[in-house]
């Protein structure tokens, strides 16, 4: 069973900072682009971040840019999101993912999804 699993979400004072892991298993994400969305309550599921196969690019949402920073371990077969600086508006469910391109990611077309981890920013 092909599967992304979150971690590490929480609650945390604004200001402060988080890090999200997502695990791979089943199946090699090496050859995958891979990505971070979040949802907020009420409001539709937004791209945040993502990452080539190789590493050798990143692209983030630009109520991120240089407060998050994504990066992969393709021998652990994981994405990491750190988050610092964070926003009550950053708080949201957080999901990784994963395509077969980094431009089909950014356009909300993955093809695994995971469940998704809580982050709650309290001000």
């Known amino acids: 069973q092909v599967q992304l699993v979150e971690s590490g979400g929480g609650l945390v004072q604004a200001g402060g900072s988080l890090r999200l892991s997502c695990a791979g298993s089943?199946?090699?994400?090496?050859?995958?682009?891979m990505g971070w969305f979040r949802q907020a309550p009420g409001k539709e599921r937004e791209f945040v971040a993502a990452?080539?196969?190789?590493?050798?690019?990143?692209y983030y949402a630009d109520s991120v840019k240089g407060r998050f920073a994504i990066s992969r371990d393709n021998a652990q077969n994981t994405v990491i999101l750190q988050m610092n600086s964070l926003k009550p508006e950053d708080t949201a469910v957080y999901y990784c993912?994963?395509?077969?391109?980094?431009?089909?990611?950014?356009?909300?077309?993955?093809?695994?999804w995971g469940q998704g981890t809580q982050v709650t920013v309290s001000s």
């Open positions: 993912a994963a395509a077969t391109s980094s431009s089909r990611l950014r356009k909300d077309q993955a093809d695994y």
């Open positions: 089943g199946r090699t994400f090496s050859s995958d682009a």
């Open positions: 990452i080539t196969y190789t590493g050798s690019s990143t």
